[in-house]
């Protein structure tokens, strides 16, 4: 694996709530190297997104907060630093790309103000019209049309897809080590969407960016990740090589994800659907939390967490948390 640039050790981060205190990223953990793209996938509410805003500290205030683990950029905790240190990072050493774009931009400021206010952080002191300049080359990169006109635009004044693409200008405008991306082509059509996931993987070409690609998108996955975790009610269930995974998901959660995805090859007189909800994660549940919608769930699944275990493809980095990988009924 190429070496790492970021590492989350046994992250949990807890929301307080007027019940008590929840977990809604629990006991995490995984690398990202440099020039490496990781896929996280899961259900709405597995934690994907909260993992993401704990890495840029910027959780919901007062109620979010890291509990304990680590969260190690080159080998710098950012977990404890102070509010002036995390500013200086996010930005320079973290992109990121959320998912609602409606709710990223400021309204109030066209999109120069905005691109160049990202271009200032690693260029300050240059002249307004020199940073201008670099804005629109940024816009350019991301495909958006007219970029000279553009810049001069207010976020009203833009469609849905291209706020998304002035979001991910803003994102790569100061190359970051890492961009984090948060379902970033949710608002785009589809030929977009192939020309955003080019750009990113040129850029990664270009500067050996590190990505994380948050989606549910299991095609993107394929196409675009070297590896991937799955995450299932603020854990980790399954992780490894895309490869491994794909061909052989030891959790019953992953292989229902994949069984999920429609196939041209196979006719299907009924499209599959998971049974059941996500667990609600202010309930306290013994054992596996997959195990009330999981088919293959055992005694031991009710009552105790199961551990990590090896996957079955043999790769060395492929693990599950399930105490039925051999699918016994």
């Known amino acids: ?100 774009p409606h709710t990223s931009l400021n309204p109030v400021f066209n999109v120069g103000n905005q691109v160049t206010e ?25 495909n958006v049309a007219d970029a000279e006109r553009r810049i001069h635009a207010y976020p009203h004044q833009l469609s849905g897809g291209m706020k998304q693409r002035v979001v991910g200008a803003i994102a790569i405008a100061g190359a970051p080590k890492i961009i984090i991306a948060d379902e970033p082509t949710t608002a785009l059509d589809v030929t977009i ?50 490869a491994d995974v794909f061909g052989a998901p030891s959790h019953p959660y992953t292989e229902a994800l994949l069984k999920s995805v429609p196939s041209v090859d196979r006719k299907l007189d009924r499209l599959y659907a998971i049974d059941g909800q996500p667990p609600a994660l202010v309930t306290n549940r013994a054992g596996c939390s997959f195990a009330p919608r999981c088919p293959y769930v055992l005694d031991i699944c009710r009552i105790q967490e199961p551990l990590e275990s090896r996957g079955p493809s043999g790769g060395a980095s492929h693990c599950a948390s399930c105490w039925n990988i051999e699918r016994t009924t």
């Open 1 to 100: 694996m190429a070496e790492p640039v970021l590492q989350v050790k046994n992250l949990r981060t807890m929301l307080d709530l007027p019940g008590g205190p929840v977990p809604v990223v629990d006991d995490v953990s995984f690398d990202v190297g440099v020039g490496e793209t990781l896929g996280i996938v899961g259900e709405s509410g597995s934690g994907k997104s909260m993992t993401a805003l704990s890495i840029m500290q910027v959780l919901p205030k007062p109620i979010g907060r890291i509990d304990s683990g680590h969260i190690l950029l080159e080998g710098i905790d950012l977990v404890g630093i102070s509010e002036q240190k995390i500013r200086q990072i996010r930005g320079r050493e973290i992109g990121m790309i959320l998912q609602d």
């Open 118 to 142: 990202a271009l200032q952080i690693d260029n300050p002191g240059t002249p307004h019209k020199t940073l201008l300049a670099r804005a629109v080359d940024t816009l350019k990169k991301v």
């Open 193 to 242: 969407q192939l020309q955003y996931l080019q750009l990113l993987r040129e850029i990664q070409d270009e500067t050996g960016t590190a990505i994380i690609f948050i989606t549910h998108d299991l095609g993107i996955v394929a196409n675009l990740c070297h590896r991937l975790v799955v995450m299932y009610a603020g854990k980790i269930v399954e992780s490894g090589t895309v």
